[in-house]
DNA sequence: GCGACAG
DNA sequence: ATCTTGTCGC
């Protein structure tokens, strides 16, 4: 019944030490595809995980939401913990939270089309942010919806209406799309995860965002990995 | 050497 | 990332 994955090698889950992980992170960033996806996109993912601010356990709890793209309903949800190999560093955080990510994904009735993932894709300085790193193990189409910066800085000024965007650049390079998703709020950082275009990318992120200033599908991500957790802190202990 | 630094 | 009351602007 649960979705078979593509199996991956252990060091790719948890590297020696950052040296490694960086290495890895190098090689993964190599297989990155950057074209559209070939059949329409009638499913959409969210994830996003939760964790608890100091906890020595290092417990990470993700969720992975499936939605229909045109609705926006919700249509399935799965769950997952595991345990952080590392500790957060700026630069690494895929290691973190992927392996949790990939446990739920494991959980799904069937494999969405997009994945959209709460952090940066390629707008990363190795360029493997943890959508990235995400769709390569996964091979499927994701993009990055960051809330803040990792590395670049956003050429000229930014209109406060929705749906305007300018280009996150970094090393003279346009990394990722700075858009404004609501009226008069914070923009969010769009880039490229795998297998999808720039252009497609700040397309479905502002197509997939209503009301709020996070689109639909991280936003009901972020919600089902926060009640995921307290609801196992209640059953289990600590 | 110093500052920056997704979640 | 999480915690949390009040407060500000539309």
Redesign the pocket.
Known sequence: MPLTLPPIPDDVLSPPDLTAAAAV?RRLAAQMVMEGPPQPVRLLAGV???????DPAGRI?AAVVLLDATTLQVRATATAMRIAPM???????????VPALLAAFAELPEMPDLILV????I???RG??????LGVLLDRPTI????????GRPEGDLPPARGASVPLVWKGRTIASVLRSK??VAPL?VSVGHRVTPEAALAHTLAATTRYRLPEPTRAA?NA??AF??AWTAEHGR
């Open positions: 992170q996003d995980v939760s964790a608890f601010p100091r709890f500790p957060y560093v700026p630069g690494y955080l895929g290691f973190r939270e709460d952090g940066h894709g707008s990363h300085p493997l942010g943890i959508a990235t790193h990055g919806v960051a809330k803040s910066v990792l590395v009226d008069k950082y972020h990995a926060n957790r307290l």
